[in-house]
């Protein structure tokens, strides 16, 4: 009985803090017209205390999580950029909220950020990043969040705004890999605790409206970089588990095959010329690098 008096004090304890009210985002984020519909079921069997989601691609289950007790998961909002890229807000009663996103049309999920207990909001920046609003406010204490995830390891758990006094609107200006789907050089979205209401303005800097040049190059290299047919990875780590291409708008181009892992040659001469994004996972991390194709 403890267990189950424990949980439901949680529950009370999260609708007391929850005072708050998220009032949106100035303008929608901007997907893709998608020949797939995925929606998302929450369930909760009381008896047992567990509960999960689980995640359906037209109509049939490709993803399923669930928990027991203190760790009953349940999914707060789902959306697709295009038929493979996805994010999604995940509450998990004991740490709060996360954010996740998929680029394997939703079969598996890397966590890329998190949060605070409420869900405000989610802003899907483009196919590699997005925004994640988080609060929790009580008769003495207001704390708002903006995080930002994505899937370079230079994105991820930073929160672009923590405010813990609500009492003015803020500014600030955040750094993008890539610029804003929908074109926009900036986003602004509101909260009020009942009182007053406050407004966070974000406005997006995009270094040479291109790739980053700041990716992380320090425990492994590309060579040759420019490259014409084929590419190879020089580094001191164990070898990789898992390569990739993805566009500089984050759509995935090609995955090498373990063949071409072993050989350490990664062939290339289909792709048009170009620069792209290199996603090399490890056993523990991942590396991400700029390619130039000639």
């Not at 998608?34 to 359906?56: D, H, M, Q, V």
């Not at 758990?157 to 789907?181: E, G, M, P, Q």
Request: include cysteine; charge should be negative.
């Amino acid at each position: 009985m403890k267990k189950y008096a424990f949980w439901i004090l949680c529950l009370m304890t999260q609708s007391v803090l929850g005072q708050g009210t998220f009032l949106g985002f100035d303008h929608p984020d901007c997907p893709d017209s998608l020949s797939i519909t995925y929606t998302y079921e929450n369930w909760f069997n009381a008896p047992a205390s567990t509960g999960g989601f689980r995640i359906l691609q037209n109509g049939v289950e490709v993803y399923a999580a669930s928990g027991q007790d203190f760790n009953a998961l349940s999914c707060k909002a789902l959306r697709f950029v295009n038929d493979g890229v996805g994010f999604m807000v995940v509450f998990k009663p004991i740490s709060g909220n996360a954010l996740y996103r998929t680029d394997n049309y939703g079969q598996t999920w890397e966590q890329i950020a998190s949060g605070a207990f409420e869900f405000g909001g989610m802003y899907i920046i483009n196919d590699w990043t997005a925004y994640l609003v988080t609060y929790y406010m009580s008769p003495t204490q207001h704390s708002v969040y903006l995080s930002r995830g994505g899937i370079l390891p230079m994105d991820q758990y930073i929160h672009v705004i923590t405010d813990t006094n609500f009492n003015a609107d803020i500014f600030k200006t955040d750094t993008l890999l890539n610029s804003d789907r929908c074109g926009s050089d900036s986003l602004r979205f509101s909260l009020t605790n009942g009182v007053d209401t406050i407004q966070y303005h974000i406005n997006f800097y995009v270094p040479n409206a291109m790739l980053n040049e700041a990716i992380d190059e320090n425990a492994a290299s590309l060579y040759p970089n420019p490259a014409l047919d084929f590419f190879s990875i020089r580094t001191d780590l164990p070898a990789p588990k898992q390569v990739a291409i993805y566009s500089t708008t984050g759509k995935i181009v090609t995955e090498f095959s373990a063949a071409d892992i072993t050989s350490n040659s990664y062939p290339i001469s289909d792709l048009a010329k170009g620069t792209y994004v290199v996603i090399v996972s490890f056993e523990t991390q991942k590396r991400s690098f700029k390619l130039n194709k000639y």
